[in-house]
Each structure stands twice: as C-alpha cells, then as structure tokens.
C-alpha cells in the first residue's frame, strides 16, 4: 500500500476491487456492502452510499433468488446485515419492511438444535458452527432496534451467547469454529482465524449497539473482553494472525486478522475495552494488515471458504489453500480500514502514512 494513502482509501480500494470480480451473490458480498456503507458514513461520501444502495436495490426487491450461505434464503438475499445497517442509521428507511419479513422467516422457520442454537441446515441442524454469529447476530439486533422488535434483539443476544456457551475454549480463550461437525459429536480441536473473527465481529456490534439495560448485555460484554485477550495472546510480532491462531506456523491469515483489527477498533472507539492496553497490538496490527493489500486493493492471504476442513485440527487448516482477492478477502479489509479512518479523523490514531514510516 502506498505510504501516501489514509486509511479510507485503502477501504475504498478494497471495495472498488471488490466489485471488480464478485458477483455479488454470497455473505461475502453482504459483509463487503456492509463495510462499505459503514465507510461511505465515515467519510461523509453520498456517492458512496449510493453505491452500496445501488448494489442493495435488486435485494430488496426480491430479485436475487439465490445467495451463497446457510442464511441465503431467509437473510442473505433480501440484503442481510447491509441493509439492516443502513435501516438503523437512517439510510436506507425504505428496507424496513422487508428487513422485518425476513427476521421473521428467519426466526420462525430456521432449524434449531436442542438449546435453541440455529443449526447449519434442516439437515444438519445439530451442527453448529461460530459463523452463524455474523450473519444473524447484528442483522437482528439492527432491524429489531429499527422496528422496535424487542423480540428480534432477544433471539440475536440469545444466538450470540449460545454459541459462545458451546464453542469458547475457556483456556486459549478463542473460538472452535464447529461443534457436532459432520456428526462427530464433538469441538473441532483447532481455532481458525476467520472463525474467531466472526464470532469477534458479532460481539463488536452487539457491544456497540445492544442497549446497555439489555439483561443480555454484560453477558455480551464480557464475552468481548474474553475473546479479545486470547487474540492479543496469539498475535505475531508483525500484528498478524496465522490461520491456525494457536499454530504460529501456519500461515498467516489476512481475513481474520482484518475481522479481529476491526473489533479492537470499535471497542477502542466506544470506550469498552483498555487504550492503553489495546492501542500497541492495534497499530501493529493495522501496519502487518497493510503489507496484505496492494495499491489497487487486491488483498493477500486470505483463506478460501472454510467449513471445518477434515477433522478440524491444525494441520487440517494450515493445509487448508489462501488466494488473491479471495471473496472473502475484500470484506474484513474494508470493515478493519474504515474503523482506522474513523479512529483517525477522531485523533484516535496517526495517519497511516506516519504509521507506516514508523
């Protein structure tokens, strides 16, 4: 990346790279709108909320029939977390409607396991697995605070803190990616970066955005803080995270660690956890993550789609192949660089020039 860029233009790079190869028809793409919503608000772009909502606007009418992702049909293709984003902020009123008809199919219709667990499909519903959290989680908590759904805001604080319940590692103090995966009955053993950036992603926006009176919300928090400390645990001397975060020979990971930056930055941000802390392995984080992004906002070293490869064990995920512009790569790179823009206009952080030089 170059040392003249800030922090938003490295997140706008990621998003016009993005949309250079996506389709537009998988979570990712729900993940990199939401991110660049999220920045065009930052940076005070209409243009750019205009794009998103460009992109959003065959979602909501009902004209994507299909999206990659265990919620494709009941909260991906209807716009997800993206217009559910923009609904809460103001920016996008006219999706109220179908953000609620779709919590509902949601929440209704989708299979559980026996603790109330949202399962992968109606054909494996025991298996459960920590990406849930990110595509259901905040979706919920924004369209059930935008329609004053108290309901939809319960089941997304009750999804959140079951999947912590059945799938934190109380002695590392990350994230299984899956529980029950392919009937084993068992955790998968390892803990994947871009699964523990999930799980940390849903907690940032929960923290951020869960009303402080919720019963739920100290729970929430708590969690937070937990997972935070076993990221600051693992990280490598370059800021970075390795695909399996306990394996610092395996290799590292830019998805994950983009989703991890990103929620030590919002904490940052709101208050929630320690600056004085967080703020080194942050900025150390933010300057590794940049050597994974390329001047035109191809990013590096993101793992390919990952569902609990083999038996789940570290060799299994370091094995597991990464790519160039990955679909999942552009999203988290947006989502940790926008929350860096923020934090600097506030005067939060150096410029990323400076960071760079340092």
Not at 81 to 94: H, K, Q, S
Request: proline share 5%; hydrophobic share 40%.
């Amino acid at each position: 990346m170059s040392l003249q860029a800030e922090y938003g233009e490295v997140a706008l790079a990621a998003w016009e790279r993005y949309k250079s190869f996506s389709p537009f028809r998988s979570y990712c793409s729900i993940l990199a709108m939401t991110g660049a919503a999220r920045l065009g608000k930052i940076i005070g772009s209409e243009a750019l909320l205009d794009d998103v909502r460009g992109c959003l606007r065959p979602f909501l009418a009902g004209q994507v029939e299909k999206v990659g992702g265990s919620y494709g049909a009941t909260v991906y293709r209807f716009g997800g977390n993206a217009a559910a984003w923009l609904l809460v902020r103001g920016l996008l009123p006219e999706a109220k409607d179908v953000m609620v008809a779709s919590a509902e199919l949601l929440c209704r219709n989708y299979p559980r396991d026996v603790d109330g667990c949202f399962g992968k499909s109606e054909a494996m519903p025991s298996f459960i697995w920590i990406d849930t959290v990110f595509g259901v989680c905040p979706f919920l908590l924004w369209t059930g605070k935008a329609a004053s759904r108290r309901d939809f805001i319960d089941e997304s604080v009750l999804q959140m803190l079951r999947h912590h319940d059945r799938l934190f590692d109380p002695v590392l103090k990350l994230y299984h990616q899956a529980s029950n995966a392919r009937g084993s009955g068992c955790l998968t053993p390892a803990h994947w970066s871009r699964g523990v950036g999930w799980g940390l992603l849903a907690l940032a926006e929960l923290v951020y955005d869960l009303p402080k009176e919720h019963p739920g919300y100290e729970k929430i928090l708590t969690a937070y803080r937990q997972v935070l400390e076993g990221c600051l645990a693992t990280q490598d001397s370059d800021g970075m995270w390795h695909q399996a975060m306990e394996a610092p020979d395996s290799y590292v990971e830019s998805s994950g660690s983009a989703l991890i930056l990103y929620a030590i930055g919002r904490g940052l941000k709101n208050g929630s956890i320690d600056r004085e802390r967080f703020l080194g392995p942050y900025m150390r984080g933010l300057r590794g993550l940049s050597r994974y992004v390329s001047i035109d906002g191809s990013v590096f070293n993101a793992c390919c789609g990952c569902l609990a490869p083999g038996a789940g064990t570290v060799a299994d995920y370091a094995a597991h192949p990464h790519k160039v512009n990955d679909e999942h790569s552009s999203g988290p790179v947006i989502y940790a660089f926008s929350q860096a823009e923020q934090l600097r206009q506030k005067g939060a952080i150096p410029p990323l020039a400076e960071l760079l030089r340092g």
